[in-house]
């Protein structure tokens, strides 16, 4: 049922019901009087330390890049310390370090024990084990200070230090330079590895007998998947100035009698024709949907009919927005420039768009390290 509202316009009645909630949420009598009811103060109170947690969100970011930046991890690896031994281990004056370490402890990163030494926390034990996580965390510096004028960014952002971070993005003719190349390319393996893993947990290969990974930068995937499945060949696809590293590791991991490399810019050559599946690991949300459709279109004309192809990366919730999805990769592609964080509908769209069918959404067991989209060439 529809009402009119004092502009004239019509307001559903859910549109009527949500202006009253909102009115009486955010009212200061009704937060008063909740917090003196059982069942609504306790939803009040989880409510305001929800709040409080967004509102110190920042602190607790530069906490865990401190925490990083100090080696914490390392100087405690062994046994738990006192404040005085980490303050001379990292140069901090103690005072001051002792501040950290209660927020580390705070944050689950440290634990302060009964003798007033510090020891890791769960999640800080747990952090150099996720490979290229410290090293993530580190580069954020880059988009903390986009990030640091919030107003100017979501309404114009067209001078980000990230965008530079990541040059290859801009590069239509596939020319980077080698050593720009190197430091990407490192940070994309290390964490390339998590993305392997849960994208591996969630495929089965055991039909395909060529994988073209396009964007496959330093062949960490491929190489995943060459040990999973010891049938498959392997061709990866990326710039020329970032194959060199895929073809050692290849030799390394003793794939290289089925694994092989071409070297290109997918704005500009078409894609290699050798391979039943192609892949396309975190390398969609760094473009333009007009960049997105001429590469799958380039990928569904390489593929023979019946063909695969699976696009994994870290996706928006789309209609169910999730934090990792809208609250940290939407914003990240927003500062890169060119790109954006999708969600799986929306490449679902784009892959029907480009001749894709059988287009289907893989759960993946954790999405904020990867999304999964499936689809097949008829
Ligand atoms: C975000 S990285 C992902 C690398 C790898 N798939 C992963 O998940 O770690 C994007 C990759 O796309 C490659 N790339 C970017 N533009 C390209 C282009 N025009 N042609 C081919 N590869 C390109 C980059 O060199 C880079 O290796």
Same mark, same amino acid.
């Given at each position: 049922?529809?009402?009119?509202?004092?502009?004239?316009? $019509? +307001?559903? !009645? +859910?549109? /009527?019901?949500?202006?009253? $909630?909102?009115?009486l949420v955010?009212s200061r009598a009704f937060q008063q009087k909740a917090a003196r009811l059982p069942i609504a103060a306790s939803i009040a109170r989880k409510d305001g330390?929800?709040?409080?947690?967004?509102?110190?969100?920042?602190?607790?970011?530069?906490?865990?890049?401190?925490?990083?930046?100090?080696? !914490?991890?390392?100087?405690? /690896?062994?046994?738990?310390?006192?404040?005085?031994?980490? #303050?001379?281990?990292?140069?901090?004056?103690? *005072?001051?370090?002792?501040?950290?370490?209660?927020?580390?402890?705070?944050?689950?990163?440290?634990? $302060?024990?009964?003798?007033?030494?510090?020891?890791?926390? /769960?999640?800080?034990?747990? !952090?150099?084990?996720?490979?290229?996580?410290?090293?993530?965390?580190?580069?954020?510096?880059?988009?903390?200070?986009?990030?640091?004028?919030?107003?100017?960014?979501?309404?114009?952002?067209?001078?980000?230090?990230?965008?530079? @971070?990541?040059?290859?993005?801009?590069?239509?003719?596939?020319?980077?330079?080698?050593? %720009?190349?190197?430091?990407?390319?490192?940070?994309?393996?290390?964490?390339?590895?998590? %993305?392997?893993?849960?994208?591996?947990?969630?495929?089965?290969?055991?039909?395909? /007998?060529?994988?073209?990974?396009?964007?496959?930068?330093?062949? %960490?995937?491929?190489?995943?998947?060459?040990?999973?499945?010891?049938?498959?060949?392997?061709?990866?696809?990326?710039?020329?100035?970032?194959? #060199?590293? #895929? #073809?050692?590791?290849?030799?390394?991991?003793?794939?290289?009698? =089925?694994?092989?490399?071409?070297?290109?810019?997918?704005?500009?050559?078409?894609?290699?024709?050798?391979?039943?599946?192609?892949?396309?690991?975190?390398?969609?949300?760094?473009?333009?949907?007009?960049?997105?459709?001429?590469?799958?279109? +380039?990928?569904?004309?390489?593929?023979?009919?019946?063909?695969?192809?699976?696009?994994?990366? *870290?996706?928006?919730?789309?209609?169910?927005?999730?934090?990792?999805?809208?609250?940290? @990769?939407?914003?990240?592609?927003?500062?890169? =420039?060119?790109?954006?964080?999708?969600?799986?509908?929306?490449?679902?769209?784009?892959?029907?768009?480009?001749? @894709?069918?059988?287009?289907?959404?893989?759960?993946?067991? =954790?999405?904020?390290?990867?999304?999964? %989209?499936?689809?097949?060439?008829?």
């Amino acid at each position: 049922m529809a009402l009119a509202d004092p502009q004239g316009t $019509r +307001k559903s !009645l +859910k549109d /009527r019901f949500y202006a009253w $909630r909102t009115a009486l949420v955010g009212s200061r009598a009704f937060q008063q009087k909740a917090a003196r009811l059982p069942i609504a103060a306790s939803i009040a109170r989880k409510d305001g330390e929800a709040l409080f947690d967004l509102v110190a969100g920042f602190a607790h970011s530069q906490i865990l890049m401190a925490f990083v930046e100090f080696d !914490l991890p390392d100087h405690l /690896r062994v046994q738990p310390r006192t404040l005085a031994d980490l #303050a001379s281990r990292t140069g901090v004056p103690e *005072p001051r370090m002792k501040v950290l370490a209660q927020g580390a402890a705070a944050l689950g990163l440290m634990t $302060r024990q009964s003798d007033g030494r510090y020891a890791l926390g /769960r999640l800080g034990a747990a !952090l150099p084990g996720i490979p290229g996580l410290s090293q993530m965390i580190r580069h954020h510096d880059v988009l903390y200070r986009d990030l640091s004028d919030p107003v100017a960014f979501f309404r114009d952002g067209s001078d980000t230090e990230l965008a530079g @971070f990541w040059p290859y993005v801009f590069g239509a003719s596939g020319d980077v330079d080698q050593d %720009v190349a190197a430091t990407y390319s490192e940070l994309m393996a290390d964490s390339q590895t998590l %993305v392997a893993e849960e994208a591996l947990a969630h495929l089965d290969l055991s039909d395909t /007998r060529t994988l073209l990974d396009v964007g496959g930068g330093t062949g %960490v995937f491929l190489a995943a998947a060459g040990q999973a499945y010891p049938h498959l060949n392997l061709h990866l696809f990326d710039l020329p100035a970032v194959i #060199a590293p #895929a #073809a050692a590791r290849f030799e390394r991991e003793g794939l290289s009698d =089925r694994a092989d490399t071409t070297g290109g810019s997918f704005r500009t050559d078409a894609l290699p024709i050798c391979a039943d599946t192609i892949s396309l690991v975190r390398v969609l949300y760094d473009h333009a949907d007009e960049t997105v459709a001429m590469l799958l279109t +380039k990928a569904h004309a390489a593929l023979p009919s019946g063909g695969r192809i699976i696009v994994a990366e *870290p996706m928006s919730g789309g209609g169910t927005p999730t934090r990792p999805g809208d609250a940290y @990769f939407g914003p990240y592609c927003m500062a890169m =420039r060119t790109g954006k964080a999708r969600s799986a509908n929306e490449i679902s769209g784009l892959l029907a768009q480009a001749g @894709f069918r059988d287009v289907k959404t893989v759960k993946t067991g =954790r999405p904020f390290v990867t999304g999964m %989209v499936c689809a097949c060439k008829a």
